[in-house]
């Protein structure tokens, strides 16, 4: 990457019990980007964090920012803050000195602080709070002076490690706006780790989805969901229906017994294959209609969402998630239909689902 401003690269951290927790980490992050490191517990994605921050040292590789190797340099000399889940925040200090911390504590001068003081409030949206205490806030406010006391630092990175955890949810999906809001205005490169996926896809210009060490896909959002490269990465991003299959050749794949066209060729023939359908693109039709050639189901269940029906249809021995503003009732039979441009396929992998299940059991 040209505007690369951190570079990390073959990071790898083995712990003194011989666990690995990354195995090889690579990955550039630009000027300016909102980068998400996601993944379920234990994936490394905080370890990875704690590594750019200088809270853990790699066993091996290079964390390179703007060409400069930085791991043997300490937090405090890098040009980057992290902003934790827990904020830390000083509970005898009001806003203004909280947020005014790191410059008091470098002797800057008292008036251009507190100038700078007010910009960061006012960019976070809390203009006017600067002698409320901490503990009159409500969560969403005190991450928000969080963030303007790393903010003031002028970092070139600011690291966040999972920050709304402790939001309730409407209080989290406002944060997202907001945080993707100071990002931009602020300038400043973003690298945020979270296991939701909602908040991936709604702030990021790109996700790193991560497991067991390792980053299996970056990517756009909608490459990220659209394109998934394998079946953990399609089945951690958003709901979806990974099934075996046979890609008979180019542009032609058995699924659920029947020949659907697609948009994906260079598996060879005859191979076998994981398939991503995702509930929405799934269409259900009544059992009389004329188009021949697809699979036949029976509802299994139906729950009202609010923006759609959600139901499970049972196709042979395969269970499918489906989304529908049509609701079918519990017992009726229907066809299945995709469109060719909706069918994902994907190589068989260790990450494919009777795999994954495994794992899961042991």
Known sequence: MDNAILSIRDVRVVFEDGFTALGGVSID???????????????????????????????????????????????????INTVFQRYALFPHLNVAQNV???????????????????????????????????????????QRVAI???????????????????????????????????????????????????????MSDRIAVMRAGHILQLGTPEDIYNEPQNAFVADFIGDSDILPGVMVRDRLVRLLGCDFPCVDSGFGE???????????????????????????????????????????VRAGENVLLVHSTHARPVGTRVKLTVAPEDIQVMRKSDCSPDVLKKHAQR
């Open 148 to 202: 303007a006391r790393a903010l003031i630092n002028r970092p070139d990175v600011l690291l966040l490690d999972e920050p709304l955890g402790a939001l309730d949810l409407k209080l989290r999906r406002e944060m997202q706006l907001e945080l993707k809001r100071i990002q931009r205005e602020s300038g400043i490169t973003f690298i945020f780790v979270t296991h939701d996926q909602e908040e991936a896809l709604t």
């Open 100 to 142: 005014s911390f790191g410059p008091d504590l470098r002797g800057e001068d008292k008036k251009k602080t507190a100038q700078e003081v007010s910009r960061m409030l006012e960019l976070v949206g809390l203009a006017g709070f600067e002698k409320r205490r901490i503990a009159s806030l409500s969560g969403g406010q005190q």
């Open 270 to 312: 005859n191979a076998e294959v994981d398939v991503v359908l995702r509930p929405e693109d799934v269409k259900l039709k009544p059992i009389d209609d004329p188009v021949q050639g697809v699979p036949e189901g029976v509802v299994e269940s139906l729950l009202f969402k609010g923006v759609h029906y959600e139901m499970k």
């Open 29 to 79: 992050i630009g000027q300016n980007e909102f980068v998400t490191l996601l993944g379920p517990s234990g994936c490394g994605k905080t370890t990875l964090l704690r590594c750019i921050g200088g809270f853990e040292r790699p066993t091996g590789g290079e964390i390179l920012y703007k060409g400069q190797n930085i791991i043997p340099l300490p937090p405090y000399k890098r040009a």
